[in-house]
């Protein structure tokens, strides 16, 4: 009881507090993203390039590929790092950063539905604790990297498990207790592909790095030495934190030169708290062909795609009828932060697929229970169904193979300066979006999601068979949320 009291109490407190800064410094301070640098035009003032462009530029970053050095073909075997490091954004300005096996972010794991997997992870961060979580990977608890799973300074940690999932884009970070928001925003992450029979035989961009390309999206803010800025405000303790600074796989403003033809770009949103809307500036259309657990049955048309922390998405974009020298440039909002520059012809031409996957539709009837998750609280009082985070309590139990429906409902700040939208994550499964509020999901969430927005007020049924043991965590995917116990723990058995 005396717990709960002190729940109620700090939320009422950052109501108070709330109020006095909204009335007080004015609306502009509650931002909803992030005010983000314009691309320039050239002198001409037309969106043509030329290589003067590039003095100030840098190309984006390709993540490199993970070397697998297991020769076997069915099994793979990977070695990471976590360390610190720096890293110049701004050119002559170092910014002190974390990294797996380098300076900022981490390498791509490539792996195969079927392939036994083991990857020794090492901690080299000075003086922290961390660990490495498999973000949409369907494994047991004891491999899945929740905080559980520490691995102490100097030390390894090395999980084993197979690939029992089909092609998708997914990612790795760390999910220490009450730490993950520092360490995700300081550079530690990285992406995770897998690919299957139907990736192999897909007529779509697959040259990783040419026409095949992850765009990790994130937003900083940086202290005039160019060090990060992760010191919490208030509005970052309510909201978590948003920065105005985007980077693109580590970069400010990037260009990426494609050719005339098919584009396929892998989206993560790997912002700590912000809601991506992501588009074109002459307003291209491009296909979602993926989303979080892997291929869509039929390509979407899309002109502006929304994306929550950790969700990911595979568009395809097709640049076949600009000229060499054409800029089309990537927006948030509507404010630019990365160019695509046209130059020269592609090696194939591909076409949009009519269909892409067959997703076995789980029937409701399968579900034996439905459980309910409230996002409540604001602030240090956040929470689910009343209750913080206590890594020693199981919040949920669930029986090994069983189907259940998951409705999460929002239900935090209502009524204050409209509420938040909270981005629900759970460890170890995939589900399949039933409906929000009553009404069919959109259709680019009719595929395999692990991770889904959850708006102020609304109630989001989701289904999923639960086919691996052990403790899972379930959270909101805004970090500072996650770090300060908007979490809880589910046990499969």
């Known amino acids: 009881m005396k717990k709960y009291l002190n729940i109620i109490v700090a939320g009422l407190v950052i109501v108070l507090v709330g109020y006095f800064l909204f009335f007080v410094q004015g609306p502009g301070m509650f931002r909803t993203s992030p005010n983000l640098p314009m691309n320039p035009m050239n002198e001409s003032g037309n969106n043509t390039y030329n290589q003067s462009n590039k003095v100030n530029e840098s190309s984006l970053p390709i993540p490199p590929m993970l070397e697998d050095i297991n020769p076997d073909p069915n099994k793979a075997e990977f070695q990471i790092t976590a360390q610190n490091a720096t890293k110049e954004f701004v050119p002559g300005v170092k910014t002190e950063t974390m990294g797996y096996n380098g300076d900022y972010l981490g390498p791509v794991l490539r792996v195969r539905n079927g392939e036994e997997v083991s990857v020794k992870v090492k901690n080299n961060l000075e003086d922290e ?215 020269g012809e592609s090696e194939n031409q591909f076409k949009i697929p009519d269909q892409l996957a067959s997703i076995e539709k789980i029937d409701l009837e399968d579900a034996v229970r439905t459980r309910e998750f409230v996002f409540q609280g604001m602030g240090p009082g956040v929470n689910i169904n009343g209750k913080q985070m206590d890594i020693n309590r199981i919040d949920e139990l669930v029986n090994l193979h069983e189907t259940e429906i998951w409705e999460i409902s929002n239900e935090s700040g209502m009524g204050m300066m409209g509420g938040i939208a909270h981005p629900f994550h759970a460890h170890g499964v995939q589900f399949q979006i039933i409906d929000r509020d009553g009404n069919p999901p959109p259709p680019n969430e009719t595929g395999w999601k692990d991770t889904f927005l959850v708006y102020p007020g609304e109630k989001v049924r989701a289904i999923a068979t639960f086919n691996h043991s052990g403790v899972f965590m379930y959270h909101c995917h805004i970090l500072e949320h996650e770090d300060a116990g908007m979490m809880g723990q589910f046990k499969v058995d």
Not at 184 to 211: C, M, Q, R, T, W
Not at 253 to 268: A, F, H, N, Q, T
């Open 129 to 343: 604790i961390t660990t490495i979580h498999w973000h949409g990977l369907e494994v047991d608890g004891e491999d899945d990297g929740g905080p559980h799973s520490g691995i102490q300074p100097g030390k390894s940690w090395t999980p084993e498990f197979t690939i029992e999932q089909s092609a998708a884009t997914l990612w790795y970070h760390p999910h220490p207790e009450q730490n993950t928001g520092r360490q995700v925003y300081k550079g530690l992450a990285g992406l995770f592909f897998i690919e299957d029979e139907v990736s192999d035989h897909l007529e779509v961009p697959k040259d990783y790095g040419v026409n095949d390309v992850p765009l990790i999206i994130q937003d900083k803010r940086f202290n005039e030495d160019g060090s990060f800025q992760y010191d919490l405000g208030m509005h970052d303790v309510m909201q978590g934190l948003q920065g105005d600074t985007l980077l693109v796989n580590g970069a400010i403003d990037p260009y990426l030169e494609v050719p005339k033809g098919m584009m396929r770009l892998r989206i993560l949103n790997g912002s700590n708290a912000s809601v991506y809307e992501l588009g074109f500036d002459n307003n291209q259309i491009f296909y979602q062909i993926a989303s979080d657990g892997g291929f869509l049955e039929k390509p979407i048309e899309m002109d502006e795609l929304k994306l929550g922390s950790a969700e990911r998405a595979e568009i395809l974009v097709d640049f076949s009828d600009y000229n060499n020298g054409d800029i089309v440039q990537m927006s948030n909002q509507g404010l630019e932060f990365m160019k695509f520059i046209v130059n």
